[in-house]
């Protein structure tokens, strides 16, 4: 089998117009449960880069694995906040996708429970109106202290373009001299375990599970498929791209998040 191709951001243009594959359609037809796990593909027709996309810019030289980690927290802690404060400005210059808003109107169908369990750390699933089970990753805009886990009601900087070092907030709370943090998972940290169990079982419990926009090269997240049809549950994946996950999947669709998602549902009738 050949290799998955690295993963980045996919434009619609790049893929042709899509029509939805039947065993999907029927699939999605008489499902009651869905259960819908995405990454940051499901966000890259929103402009975000997607983790492993070539950074652009100052940012260029690093590897996000890298930074997104306590090492490199406690190396640098002004570097790995201008990083986040650049990010979380993307973010909100960001509107959510097609594929974000098909997914808020799936949720509001009669007699359709959908659930939506997130590998990104953005509010785009929110902002498109869909409720999410849960943020397996964390979110960029759940700011912390690092040192007394309070949350914090700071904000990132709002940046024009990126820049090298921005120092974080100190904490508030009186003598406390920890940092604030963003509240997502680094690499080496431990999952928020509600978030994660939610979203395992989602997944077991539904008829029919959707892997949209993700390498599946990040664990314990990349398990998740793997769960689901260990219980007999239909995998699809919807990704321009193979991954670590297609072999997990019943059925592979290749197109966007944002050309698949709408027109799933525009024959859902
Ligand atoms: C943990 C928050 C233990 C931060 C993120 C060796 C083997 C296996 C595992 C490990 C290993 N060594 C270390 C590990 C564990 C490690 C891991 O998995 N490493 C891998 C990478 C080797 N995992 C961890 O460290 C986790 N913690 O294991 O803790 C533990 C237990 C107890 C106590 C203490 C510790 C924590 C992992 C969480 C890391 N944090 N995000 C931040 O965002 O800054 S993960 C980050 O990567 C994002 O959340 C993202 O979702 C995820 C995946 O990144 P991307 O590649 O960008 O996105 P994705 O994978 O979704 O790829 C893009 C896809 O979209 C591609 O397939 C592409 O084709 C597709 N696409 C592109 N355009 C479109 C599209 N699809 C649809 N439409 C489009 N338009
Ligand atoms: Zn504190």
Redesign the pocket.
């Given at each position: 089998m050949p290799s998955?191709?690295s993963?980045?951001?996919?434009?619609?243009e790049e893929?042709t117009a899509v029509e939805v594959p039947p065993a999907v359609l029927e699939l999605a037809r008489s499902a009651r449960r869905v259960c819908v796990l995405?990454?940051?593909?499901?966000s890259?027709?929103s402009g975000i880069?997607?983790?492993?996309?070539v950074q652009v810019g100052l940012w260029e030289r690093f590897d996000?694995?890298e930074?997104?980690s306590p090492e490199a927290w406690r190396h640098d802690p002004a570097q790995v906040w201008a990083w986040?404060s650049w990010?979380a400005s993307l973010v909100r210059a960001a509107q959510p996708n097609a594929?974000h808003e098909a997914l808020a109107a799936w949720q509001q169908r009669a007699g359709v429970d959908l659930q939506v369990a997130?590998?990104?750390?953005d509010d785009l699933h929110e902002r498109g109106g869909a409720e999410v089970l849960a943020h397996i990753?964390?979110s960029?805009f759940a700011l912390r202290c690092d040192t007394c886990d309070r949350p914090s009601h700071t904000a990132y900087r709002d940046l024009a373009e990126p820049v090298a070092e921005v120092d974080p907030p100190a904490c508030e709370r009186e003598g406390c001299e920890g940092q604030v943090r963003?509240g997502?998972?680094?690499?080496?940290?431990?999952?928020p375990q509600e978030e994660f169990f939610a979203a395992v079982e989602a997944a077991q419990e539904a008829d029919l599970v959707l892997v949209?926009?993700?390498?599946?090269?990040?664990?314990?997240?990349?398990t998740i498929p793997h769960l689901a049809g260990a219980r007999g549950v239909p995998v699809v994946e919807?990704?321009?791209?193979e991954?670590e996950v297609s072999e997990a999947a019943d059925h592979v669709w290749r197109?966007?998040?944002?050309?698949?998602l709408p027109a799933l549902l525009a024959q859902l009738g």
């Open positions: 998955p191709e993963p980045r951001s996919v434009q619609p893929v995405t990454g940051a593909g499901m890259a027709e880069p997607t983790f492993r996309d996000p694995m930074l997104a986040y990010r594929g997130t590998q990104n750390v990753h964390g960029l963003p997502v998972v680094w690499f080496g940290e431990a999952l949209v926009g993700t390498s599946g090269l990040v664990h314990p997240a990349a919807i990704n321009p791209r991954t197109a966007t998040a944002a050309q698949a």
